[in-house]
């Protein structure tokens, strides 16, 4: 079955520093990767996603970027602020097995005033 | 409109005990998915459920989990004979269906489960 490995597993930047999440899966044929942003106590939150038909994706201050050869994905966060601060997952799965998602497991992301 | 909402919020039980955790879905929304969250870790797949289609079974850790819907409204997860290692966070959620573009998955807050 798919393999999801994502590092680091903590980050800690100062405010208005990027920060770069990145995951790697072992299933070729994944074409969907969501990341979630999960705040103490709370569900996760889908923040943004990207399909293998597609390099880069970006909403405002985030980004992510797929290398389907290398089988890695990475998310980016520019101009980092307080309240960015969680704990991210990414995420992959099939079309032909949409519903069964694999979680990395998870980064918590800290930044700095 | 309403989120996913999960009951209870907590739950302590005994070794040995059955529970139950309930999930309501987003209204409309055709596929529901379970999750384990142990502490510090990433999300573990239990089951989900399309539509009327057979359930994906496949993350289920042992044949202690079962799992209901029914149509496309409320589900319940029952673990029996809870043993202290089922001492995680359980995550419910719901999405419009499983076609691209409609698979955004959205989480309930979880029931938090305590095994003494």
């Known amino acids: 079955g798919e393999n999801v490995e994502q590092h680091p597993s903590t980050l800690s930047v100062q405010e208005g520093d990027s920060a770069v999440i990145k995951c790697t899966y072992s299933d070729s044929a994944s074409n969907y990767f969501p990341w979630y942003k999960q705040e103490l106590g709370k569900g996760p939150q889908l923040i943004i996603d990207?399909?293998?038909?597609?390099g880069e994706k970006k909403d405002q201050r985030i980004a992510v970027t797929l290398n389907k050869t290398a089988k890695h994905f990475s998310l980016h966060i520019t101009e980092t602020q307080p309240e960015d601060s969680a704990v991210y997952f990414c995420?992959?799965?099939?079309?032909?097995?949409?519903?069964?998602?694999?979680f990395g497991d998870g980064t918590t992301l800290t930044v700095k005033p | 409109g309403a989120g996913v909402s999960q009951s209870p919020s907590n739950k302590v039980t005994e070794k040995g005990k059955d529970v139950e955790l309930r999930c309501d879905p987003i209204?409309?929304?055709?596929?529901l998915y379970w999750y384990r969250q142990r502490l510090g870790q990433g999300l573990e797949f239990l089951i989900y459920?399309?539509?009327?289609?057979?359930?994906?079974k496949s993350g289920l850790p042992s044949d202690r989990f079962s799992a209901e819907r029914t149509g496309e409204s409320v589900s319940t997860l029952t673990i029996q004979r809870t043993q202290q290692e089922d001492s995680a966070v359980y995550l419910c959620?719901?999405?419009?269906?499983?076609?691209?573009?409609?698979?955004?998955?959205?989480f309930g807050p979880g029931t938090r489960l305590l095994v003494l």
């Open positions: 459920f399309q539509g009327n289609s057979a359930p994906d």
């Open positions: 209204s409309g929304h055709t596929a």
């Open positions: 959620a719901s999405s419009l269906s499983l076609a691209p573009g409609q698979e955004t998955q959205y």
């Open positions: 995420a992959a799965s099939i079309a032909t097995n949409a519903g069964k998602s694999t």
């Open positions: 990207i399909r293998s038909n597609v």
